[in-house]
C-alpha cells in the first residue's frame, strides 16, 4: 500500500521557471524527508522537516511540512539544468525503542529542467 | 570514503535461479535496510536490521531473505527467481539516535533481471 502520493509524476520545464511538487498522506508522519536522485545512484537527502508548518530553505529549494503532518511541499526558483533528477519525499515512522528510522517514500517526481 | 558499497552492480538471471546481493557500509551504522525501485512506485521496504544478527521484515519481503552476520554487511538473497522480481534494488543504512528520523545513506544500486 503506498501511503505518500506525489503530483506531478514528470514534469519538463525551461531553465529559470518555477516549479512546485506535493507529497501528500493521509497519514500522520513524525518527520518528512526530501531526497534527490540521479540516474545510476542512490537518493541522496536534501532535507527533513519535523515541526508542522516548518519550513526550510536551501538554496533556491524551499521544503514545507504541512500542519498536520500529512503532506509536504518542495518548491523550486528559477530551476536550472542541474535540478535535474528524481525527487522523492519520504514520511519518518518508528522502529521502535524511540528511533524513528523507517521510511515510507513517495511514489517520485521526475523533473527535467532544459537549458 | 566508501559508504554504502553493493555488489554487483548488473545482474542477469533465469527464472529458478538463486543469487546474493551484498551490502557493505564503512560507517559503524546500526541500521541497515534493503529497497526495491520499481517506476512509478519510489521505494519499498524489503527487510531491515536494527543490528547485528537482527532482521525484520518491511512492506514486501515475500521471495526474499536477509541476513546480518557482521555489522558492516546486510545480505539480500533470492532464493528461487521470478520475473516479478525484476528491478533495481537499494541498500541503505542509518545511525541509530533518538528523535526525528536519520538520513539514510544509500547504495548505487544493484540493476537485476530476471529472464
Known amino acids: 500500500t503506498q501511503l505518500l502520493e506525489q503530483s506531478p509524476q514528470f514534469l519538463s520545464i525551461q531553465e529559470g521557471e518555477n516549479l512546485t511538487v506535493y507529497c501528500n498522506s493521509s497519514?500522520?508522519?513524525?518527520?518528512l524527508q526530501w531526497y534527490r536522485q540521479e540516474p545510476g545512484e542512490g537518493p541522496v537527502l536534501l532535507v527533513t522537516?519535523?515541526?508542522?508548518?516548518e519550513v526550510k530553505k536551501l538554496k533556491r529549494l524551499t521544503f514545507q511540512f504541512g500542519d498536520a503532518r500529512k503532506d509536504s511541499s518542495l518548491h523550486i526558483t528559477a530551476a536550472q539544468p542541474g535540478d535535474t533528477g528524481l525527487y522523492l519525499c519520504?514520511?519518518?515512522?518508528?522502529?521502535?525503542?524511540?528511533?524513528?528510522?523507517?521510511?515510507?517514500f513517495g511514489t517520485g517526481t521526475l523533473l527535467a529542467v532544459q537549458p | 570514503n566508501a559508504g554504502v558499497t553493493q555488489t554487483p552492480k548488473f545482474r542477469v538471471l533465469k527464472t529458478g535461479q538463486s543469487m546474493t546481493l551484498l551490502c557493505a557500509q564503512d560507517?559503524?551504522?546500526?541500521?541497515m535496510y534493503w529497497y526495491r525501485q520499481d517506476p512509478g512506485m519510489g521505494l519499498r521496504l524489503i527487510h531491515y536490521?536494527?543490528?547485528?544478527?537482527?532482521?525484520a521484515k518491511g512492506e514486501v519481503p515475500d521471495g526474499y531473505n536477509v541476513s546480518r552476520l557482521k555489522k558492516q554487511n546486510f545480505l539480500l538473497g533470492l532464493e528461487s527467481a521470478a520475473p516479478s522480481q525484476t528491478s533495481v534494488y537499494f541498500c541503505?543504512?542509518?545511525?541509530?539516535?533518538?528523535?526525528?528520523?536519520?538520513?539514510?545513506?544509500f547504495g548505487d544500486g544493484t540493476r537485476l533481471s530476471i529472464l
Open positions: 541503505a543504512s542509518s545511525p541509530r539516535r533518538q528523535g526525528p528520523s536519520q538520513p539514510q545513506h
Open positions: 497519514s500522520v508522519f513524525s518527520s
Open positions: 522537516v519535523v515541526t508542522g508548518g
Open positions: 519520504a514520511g519518518g515512522r518508528g522502529l521502535g525503542g524511540g528511533a524513528t528510522n523507517k521510511l515510507i
Open positions: 560507517m559503524n551504522h546500526e541500521y
Open positions: 536490521s536494527v543490528g547485528e544478527g537482527t532482521t
